[in-house]
């Protein structure tokens, strides 16, 4: 069974940053390209960022220059450092496979507010 488990979150202040954490199980972790998706208040839920399991990022391009994913294959973790954070940047942060399983299976999410 996936357990995917996020940590992390926070209040913040604009143009402050935060590291978000993924530990997965249930899953083999180094052969998946995973992601970290957002859902804003009000809004779908949307990719942000991903990493292949060689390392190749991908970014939206809400997010580029601001965002970095990483991970540890050996870990099985899957981070995401968020640099001068915006308003548009709350929501709550969850990470996963990538693409969807058609049965997705999510953690709890870590919210993320950033105030001004």
């Known amino acids: 069974q996936v357990q995917l488990v996020e940590s992390g979150g926070g209040l913040v202040q604009a143009g402050g940053s935060l590291r978000l954490s993924c530990a997965a199980s249930?899953?083999?972790?180094?052969?998946?390209?995973m992601g970290w998706y957002r859902q804003a208040p009000g809004k779908q839920r949307e990719l942000v960022a991903s990493i292949t399991r060689g390392g190749a990022t991908n970014y939206a391009d809400s997010v580029k220059a601001r965002f970095t994913i990483s991970r540890d294959n050996a870990k099985n973790t899957v981070w995401l450092q968020m640099n001068s954070l915006k308003l548009e940047d709350t929501g709550v942060y969850y990470c996963?496979?990538?693409?969807?399983?058609?049965?997705?299976?999510w953690g709890q999410g870590t919210q993320v507010t950033v105030s001004s």
């Open positions: 249930g899953i083999i972790f180094s052969t998946q390209t």
């Open positions: 996963n496979i990538v693409p969807l399983p058609l049965l997705a299976s």
